[in-house]
């Protein structure tokens, strides 16, 4: 696991996005694309901003495909729909044509939108590993990553697939990931700033004896690949050392 704390926020995300660039053009000159799982939620939309504007140049977007790690249960022109934010933050900006976006229909009920999405990513990966070159992750203050929320059926998934999963504390469903398909990634990097974090933070990379089940983001632990933590001081602050 590699930690990186950063003094601002700014700091932080300028250098997740030459993080970005630098995986992206080695999956390009490797095997010819770069797939790209977002994150949701509100942190990553000036990063997203960033990596369309003054990094626009640095990486071959024609080859880059795109992918979601949850999404929230309303319509695809709903404010909250993850797949909005990144459309207004980043991929309108860009010009990317929609064959190389793969967004989560919510236009179906959360099971079949699930399984669709599952179905859609195996025939993306057709033929080859299903290993994504980055997943990017943030964390909620109750420690959930993607979708996947304390207390939740979903994080006793053994499957590699996108699932539904009922939320009881937001009394909605969310479609996600699931921690074995995440943990397929070659890469994995995590965003988290600010305070309300820290006790997350804390448990989840410093506890020895794991609850999964009260901090969902410690099921993150990929097979083969690297985690990387992008924090703050503000999230990091109450870290050992
Ligand atoms: O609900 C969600 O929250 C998490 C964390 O969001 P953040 O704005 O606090 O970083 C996010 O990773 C996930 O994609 C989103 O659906």
Redesign the pocket.
């Known amino acids: 696991m590699n930690l990186l704390i950063y003094k601002t926020q700014e700091e932080l995300q300028e250098d997740l996005v030459d993080y970005i660039v630098a995986i992206a053009n080695k999956a390009i000159e490797e095997h010819d694309m770069f797939n790209f799982v977002l994150?949701?939620?509100?942190?990553?939309k000036a990063l997203y901003h960033s990596l369309a504007t003054t990094y626009k140049e640095k990486i071959d977007w024609t080859k880059v495909y795109f992918f979601f790690?949850?999404?929230?249960n309303v319509m695809p022109t709903h404010e909250s729909y993850?797949g909005l934010m990144a459309k207004n933050a980043m991929l309108d900006l860009l010009e990317i044509p929609e064959d190389q976006i793969f967004y989560v229909d919510t236009t179906l009920a959360p099971e079949k939108a699930a399984i669709e999405y599952t179905k859609a990513i195996n025939a993306h990966f057709k033929g080859s590993d299903l290993n994504f070159d980055l997943i990017l992750?943030?964390?909620?203050?109750d420690a959930?990553?993607?979708?996947l929320f304390p207390g939740t059926s979903i994080l006793n998934s053994k499957e590699v697939e996108v699932d539904s999963v009922f939320v009881e504390k937001l009394s909605t469903y969310?479609i996600s990931f699931t921690a074995p398909l995440i943990n397929k990634a070659r890469n994995i990097a995590f965003?988290?700033f600010g305070e309300n974090?820290a006790n997350a933070v804390k448990h989840v990379i410093e506890d020895k004896k794991k609850n999964t089940k009260l901090y969902p983001t410690q099921l993150i632990q990929p097979i083969d690949g690297s985690v990387t933590w992008f924090l703050d001081d503000a999230a990091a602050a109450l870290l050992d050392s």
């Open positions: 994150t949701g939620g509100n942190s990553p790690g949850d999404e929230r993850n992750l943030g964390m909620g203050d959930h990553t993607a979708s969310r965003l988290v974090k």
